[in-house]
């Protein structure tokens, strides 16, 4: 057997992840380290595998069905490449073409799609309480529909993005570090300053700087969030980030000042977000029906975000990190400085010295996306990724 690939194996024959068996991903918080631990090893060892040009489906037919209720690029090509890496075909549901605007319900929607699907990806990111609720609603009625008999399987539920967590990027986000650090282990004592960023675009949902503080606090980092006046992210992430903190023997503190963030920091992370209190305005009129609130309260955030211009990522800032050499970080598009807009997140000549290295971040999506489905769907994994070695089959002609 190839040495690196059996060196996986031996690290997941270490981790008790017996419970992501047939069971969803909804929030990082809500598993445990070896679970998340499994994930990162098995999404190495698929990456592995592939650049060795090994065939990977574990599934000869099924379906992988993706629900993206907000734009997407990175996690709409992440998921399907996950997909179709294990052997499933994707089919997006797009909910203006099905029943649901004739009031079909959720419970009925999730059985009628899951007939032949074997996992469901769903983004759902922009109103409060709203995003993570309609996928436990989803997972409780494919299993109600398993249960029934209507389904023989339960498709696997994967969270693409919710109002609370981004499981998928901030996973890829650390697996990028794990590798940059050489080792999980070397996260330990790492500053991380997640740093809210001025962006000339709409309000943007709170779940990227709340799965950073809800993930990067698992592992003895010192993690630092940062923003303006009214800014705030929930109370009840920053809370899961205080208890993770405690627990890994690493911080979690707050400041309003980008400069103090940034200085010493091992890695960066400008983000733009709106205010917890906007979101929640944003899901009340949602709640009404009022398209003409929403788009007013979309102005009125715009306006507040010109007020902090000064809070980009300039070379003078990167200069006060550690060593002057932070990983800088992004879940990307950014808002560059002088390329996509006038003023934004990053300036043009930071995120050009990056780009190889946010690229090469965001690449890990895929295989973290299959990593997950493949602990949900196969019992022993490392026993299945023998089995594929084994097996020999080419992903393509050599």
Known sequence: M???????IDTLNKLNFKKMYENDFFLTWEKSADELKAVFTLADALRHMREQNID?????????????????????FSFASACNLLGLQVQDLD???????????????????????????IRDDMYIGKGNTYMHAVSDAVQEGKRD?????????VNLQCDIDHPTQV?????????????????????????WAYSPSYGKPLSVPQGVIGLMTRFGM??????????????????????????????????????EAFRDADIVYPKSWASFAAMEKRTELYAHGDQNGIDALEKQLLAENAA?????????????????????????????????????????????????????EASYKPYIIAAMIFL???????????????????????
């Open 2 to 8: 190839d040495k690196k690939l059996q060196g996986y």
């Open 308 to 360: 902090h211009t000064d809070w980009c990522c300039t070379e003078e800032l990167m200069k006060t990190t550690k060593d002057g050499n932070a990983v800088y970080l992004h879940c990307l598009p950014a808002d560059i400085e002088g390329v996509s807009c006038k003023k934004g997140e990053v300036e043009a000549s930071v995120f050009d010295r990056y780009r190889a290295s946010l690229y090469k």
């Open 95 to 121: 909910e203006k073409k099905s029943q649901i605007a004739h009031g079909e319900t959720v419970r009925e929607t999730a059985n009628m799609i899951s007939f032949m699907a074997d996992v469901i990806g």
């Open 56 to 76: 990977l489906r574990i599934f000869t037919s099924g379906l992988g069905i993706s629900i993206f209720r907000d734009n997407s690029t990175r996690t709409r």
């Open 149 to 157: 008999g209507v389904l023989e399987q339960r498709p696997t539920l």
């Open 222 to 259: 010192d993690v630092v969030l940062a923003h303006p006046e009214g800014y705030d992210v929930m109370p009840e992430v920053e809370a899961v980030a205080r208890k993770n903190a405690a627990e890994s023997g690493g911080s979690f503190t707050k400041t309003n000042s980008m400069q």
């Open 171 to 195: 996973m890829a986000d650390t697996a990028h570090l794990i590798h940059e650090f050489g080792g999980i282990e070397n996260l330990k004592g790492k500053k991380v300053a997640m740093t």
């Open 376 to 398: 949900s769907k196969i019992q022993d994994p490392a026993a299945a990724l023998r089995m594929l070695e084994k097996r020999g089959t080419g992903r393509r002609f050599a």
